[in-house]
């Protein structure tokens, strides 16, 4: 068992009983402070911010072997590329510092402790590059159902390999960043010719995004067995979709305009460690796969997945209820794809599992799924309906994951639509 996983641990600080953030927990994050504004690493518990810097200058971390810039810094990518072996030393010494027996650090908590609310949390990554994934088999279908052929949904590679494409890292953003709705062409009937103006069918994604914390190196492919090594942590992630758009560029090459105006994370980047006791099995995969996707073990994740859609003005409501373990392609074999061609990792690289579907209408991870190209309007709290996401609505994607007890929680990835 990782030391800083244990059920049993409680804390010194107050943490609601149904906080994403227990002492178990631990994630990282970049967060500054109206008096301080200098980005710097930090840690959560409860409704508290933990100042990393702080706590080193505390000499509180010193057997970490961590240099100091790695948490005096405006993104965890130096922090994440010390290791595994650093990193779990890390939130181990951090666990030691907050359990509740520890009366020297409770005495001294003032020094390193924010209040959450009073703090602004940035993004906590520096993207250099990003791909996404379209490895749930329930979405696949969906959408092959929709626009293909009923009987023959998926295409003939799908089940044969993670299906992806290379996103735009820049216009990633962390929650809270407002959204302007995205103009580009779209063609409204097949017999007339495209126009240009903004998007009128703008959805979301639930997904989740896996980020990088070791580099192979160019020619250098990683395996199922290795990938894990790889993979520092999981963050939420909604990949804001311009359907309309996308329908009319996508032949030949895929997404463009339609997905590279924005997505949006959650602040904070739950470590795979925090995730270890929620290992499940995978879908079975038909036909069987080539040996470099094989793999052995529980390599799905149950983690409960739900997104909300709040009008300007009005109450919120839950139009999805989901789980990362429905995922047909695990995030080991997304990476050993991924890299297989000699394609070369860098800390910091995002990888997003694509749009997450369940098996029932209430699990569809997608606005374009759950209304049915709009054929089934959602019914809002309040009043009102929703095909697609209006001006002025909230899009929350939440995540948490639940066993003896214990919550480990990815917090909210939140971003509203402006017009544009």
Same mark, same amino acid.
């Given at each position: ?37 200098? +980005? #710097?690493?930090?840690? #959560? ?43 779990? $030393? &890390? ?10 027996? !520890? ?53 003939? !590679? ?42 009128? &069918? ?52 895929? +997404?463009? &305009? ?12 739950? $470590? ?57 392609? !695990?995030? $080991? ?12 990792? #860098? ?38 309906? #929703? ?34």
């Amino acid at each position: 068992m990782i030391k800083a996983n244990n059920p049993a641990l409680k804390s010194w600080v107050e943490v609601p009983a149904d906080s994403d953030f227990p002492i178990q927990n631990l994630p990282f994050g970049i967060f500054r402070t109206e008096s301080n504004p200098r +980005p #710097r690493v930090c840690t #959560r518990i409860g409704d508290f911010i933990v100042d990393l810097v702080v706590l080193d200058h505390m000499s509180l971390l010193e057997d970490c072997d961590i240099p100091h810039s790695a948490y005096d810094n405006e993104f965890l990518n130096e922090l994440m590329a010390q290791g595994k072996e650093k990193t779990r $030393t &890390l939130r181990n010494a951090l666990s030691e510092i907050l359990q509740k027996d !520890n009366k020297e650090a409770e005495k001294n908590g003032w020094h390193f402790l924010h209040d959450a609310d009073k703090v602004e949390m940035l993004l906590p990554v520096r993207v250099g590059d990003y791909t996404d994934f379209y490895s749930s088999i329930e979405h696949a279908t969906n959408v092959g159902t929709m626009f293909r052929d009923p009987n023959n949904a998926l295409l003939p !590679n799908w089940k044969h390999l993670p299906v992806g494409y290379h996103g735009r890292a820049s216009s990633i953003v962390v929650s809270g960043t407002e959204i302007k709705r995205p103009h580009g062409q779209t063609k409204p009937k097949d017999d007339e010719p495209p126009v240009f103006g903004p998007s009128r &069918l703008l959805d979301f994604e639930l997904e989740m995004g896996f980020v990088i914390g070791k580099e192979n190196g160019l020619g250098n492919p990683i395996s199922t067995e290795e990938a894990e090594d790889y993979i520092f942590g999981l963050i939420l992630f909604n990949d804001w979709s311009a359907r309309d758009i996308q329908k009319w560029e996508y032949i030949p090459l895929g +997404p463009f &305009l339609a997905k590279n105006f924005a997505s949006t994370v959650s602040p904070w980047v739950v $470590t795979l460690d925090a995730l270890e006791p929620f290992r499940t099995a995978g879908p079975e995969q038909e036909p069987e796969v080539l040996p470099y996707l094989q793999y052995k073990g529980k390599k799905n994740y149950d983690v409960s997945l739900q997104v909300a859609i709040k009008p300007e003005g009005a109450e919120e409501t839950v139009v999805c209820n989901s789980n990362f373990k429905y995922m047909y392609w !695990n995030m $080991t074999q997304q990476l050993a794809h991924h890299s297989v061609s000699g394609c070369n990792m #860098r800390v910091g690289d995002l990888l997003a599992s694509g749009t997450i579907s369940g098996p029932t209408e209430d699990s569809y991870g997608s606005m374009l799924e759950i209304s049915w190209r709009g054929t089934k309007p959602v019914k809002m709290n309040g009043g009102g309906e #929703r095909k697609f996401i209006a001006d002025g609505d909230t899009v929350i994607l939440r995540g948490w994951a639940e066993k003896d007890g214990v919550r480990i929680g990815f917090g909210e990835s939140v971003g509203k639509i402006v017009g544009g």
